[in-house]
């Protein structure tokens, strides 16, 4: 008895999670605010003080002349033409960040370094200060620390080629957590006199209406209208503080989206397919190579009692059929939809390209009612 419940309960929640019933979202996960968005950070910097296992000089010149700029700038300056700087200890690296909205001068930001040459590890280095630049070029940070990189390198043997060597993880990448500084603050145009947008993160005119309808339901009419399939123009308080309430308040609401577009996904590497419940089939026959795959819909009539009231209702019982050599066949019962087939066909060693080109094949006949995206 102790085991019934929980299988009973697992029943229950798969039931759920097949229903229909589209879930409510709140608009927060809908939906975007025009003018709260992240920009990207770019810079060039160097790595010093690594175990030999730095940039080899001689293949990559641009370490070597970023140090000699680095050095003039220190007011140390190098003979023309004088001896070839051999370093191990110093790597070129691309540093990256990502400046989040509203951020102001003073906030820290994590960084990622990243070694562009042929640096063997970046393990126990520190990163000089480097300016992070945006799209427009101007500098809106400066970042600076010592490197952590999360991977491990084992090298055994001789130095004479002949020992063996362990790389776990990358070891040219790095992190450093709170590595930058914010110098400059992006103007953000949150509430240009007393409207907002909100930008659907996928575009649809059914999911913008009921948005729109819940939002002039809860504040009255006309506080909200959309412009298009994606964005929604909603009337704030003018007050900064008000639109900051209003906001919040606005973006826990609950909504139930549109049901998406059917679409299925192949990865033609892997095999695996991934489909959404809008997904149909009609009644078809394939045959590839050695397979053979049928899929029918088999009719019946249910009568009940005309006493208890209930009325006659015909439902479909589609069957899916897969043939391969040596006669062996396989029956899915209980409803023809492709998860069917997928599973059907995997099940006797289908290859990803016979997946493939079967969905191609039912989509192109017109049975398979969906959008199919080959990734």
């Given at each position: 008895?102790?085991?019934?419940?929980?299988?009973?309960?697992?029943?229950?929640?798969?039931?759920?999670?097949?229903?229909?019933?589209?879930?409510?979202?709140?608009i927060k996960?809908?939906?975007?605010?025009?003018g709260?968005?992240?920009?990207q950070?770019?810079?060039?910097?160097?790595?010093?003080?690594?175990?030999?296992?730095?940039?080899?000089?001689?293949?990559?010149?641009?370490?070597?002349?970023?140090?000699?700029?680095?050095?003039?700038?220190l007011?140390?300056?190098?003979?023309?033409?004088?001896?070839?700087?051999?370093?191990?200890?110093?790597?070129?690296?691309?540093v990256?960040?990502?400046?989040?909205?509203?951020?102001?001068p003073?906030?820290?930001?994590?960084?990622?370094?990243?070694?562009?040459?042929?640096?063997?590890?970046?393990?126990?280095?520190?990163?000089?200060?480097?300016?992070?630049?945006?799209?427009?070029?101007?500098?809106?940070?400066?970042?600076?620390?010592?490197?952590?990189?999360?991977?491990?390198?084992?090298q055994?043997?001789?130095?004479?080629?002949?020992?063996?060597?362990?790389?776990?993880?990358?070891?040219?990448?790095?992190?450093?957590?709170?590595?930058?500084?914010?110098?400059?603050a992006?103007?953000s145009?949150?509430?240009?006199?007393?409207?907002?947008?909100?930008?659907?993160?996928?575009?649809?005119?059914?999911?913008?209406?009921?948005?729109?309808?819940?939002?002039?339901?809860?504040?009255?009419?006309?506080?909200?209208?959309?412009?298009?399939?994606?964005?929604?123009?909603?009337q704030?308080?003018?007050?900064?503080?008000?639109?900051?309430?209003?906001?919040?308040?606005l973006?826990?609401?609950q909504v139930?989206?549109?049901e998406?577009?059917a679409?299925v996904?192949?990865?033609?590497r892997?095999?695996?397919?991934?489909?959404?419940?809008?997904?149909?089939?009609?009644?078809?026959?394939?045959?590839?190579g050695n397979?053979?795959?049928?899929?029918?819909?088999?009719?019946?009539?249910?009568?009940?009692n005309?006493?208890?009231?209930g009325r006659?209702?015909?439902?479909?019982?589609?069957?899916?059929?897969?043939?391969?050599?040596?006669?062996?066949?396989m029956l899915?019962?209980?409803?023809?939809?492709?998860?069917?087939?997928?599973?059907?066909?995997?099940?006797?060693?289908a290859?990803?390209?016979?997946?493939?080109?079967?969905?191609?094949?039912?989509?192109?006949?017109?049975s398979?009612?969906?959008?199919?995206?080959i990734?």
């Open positions: 008895m102790t085991m019934k419940t929980p299988l009973k309960a697992a029943i229950l929640v798969c039931l759920a999670l097949l229903s229909p019933l589209t879930q409510a979202e709140r996960d809908l939906a975007s605010i025009a709260v968005r992240n920009n950070l770019l810079g060039y910097g160097l790595v010093v003080g690594l175990d030999g296992s730095g940039d080899q000089t001689t293949q990559t010149p641009f370490t070597v002349q970023s140090v000699v700029s680095m050095l003039q700038q007011g140390v300056n190098l003979p023309q033409g004088g001896t070839q700087l051999q370093l191990k200890n110093v790597a070129a690296v691309m990256t960040a990502t400046l989040p909205p509203f951020a102001q003073g906030q820290q930001l994590d960084i990622t370094v990243s070694s562009m040459g042929n640096a063997k590890s970046l393990r126990g280095g520190t990163l000089l200060m480097t300016p992070l630049k945006g799209a427009d070029g101007q500098v809106y940070g400066m970042a600076q620390g010592n490197v952590l990189v999360g991977g491990v390198g084992v055994a043997g001789g130095g004479g080629g002949g020992g063996s060597s362990l790389t776990v993880n990358h070891l040219s990448v790095g992190k450093i957590s709170g590595g930058a500084t914010v110098e400059r992006v103007a145009n949150l509430g240009e006199g007393n409207m907002i947008k909100l930008e659907l993160n996928s575009a649809d005119f059914a999911t913008a209406s009921r948005v729109v309808e819940a939002i002039n339901d809860k504040y009255g009419a006309g506080i909200a209208y959309a412009l298009d399939s994606r964005v929604i123009r909603v704030a308080p003018s007050s900064s503080d008000q639109r900051v309430t209003f906001i919040g308040t973006q826990d609401m139930n989206p549109a998406q577009q679409k996904i192949m990865n033609a892997t095999g695996s397919v991934v489909m959404n419940r809008a997904v149909t089939l009609d009644t078809c026959a394939i045959s590839h397979l053979s795959v049928s899929v029918n819909a088999d009719t019946s009539v249910s009568q009940p005309p006493l208890s009231g006659t209702v015909v439902t479909q019982n589609p069957q899916v059929g897969i043939k391969a050599d040596g006669g062996k066949v899915v019962k209980g409803g023809a939809s492709l998860a069917d087939v997928v599973k059907a066909l995997n099940a006797i060693g290859t990803p390209q016979d997946l493939l080109s079967i969905l191609q094949a039912m989509k192109a006949a017109g398979l009612h969906a959008e199919l995206e990734i």
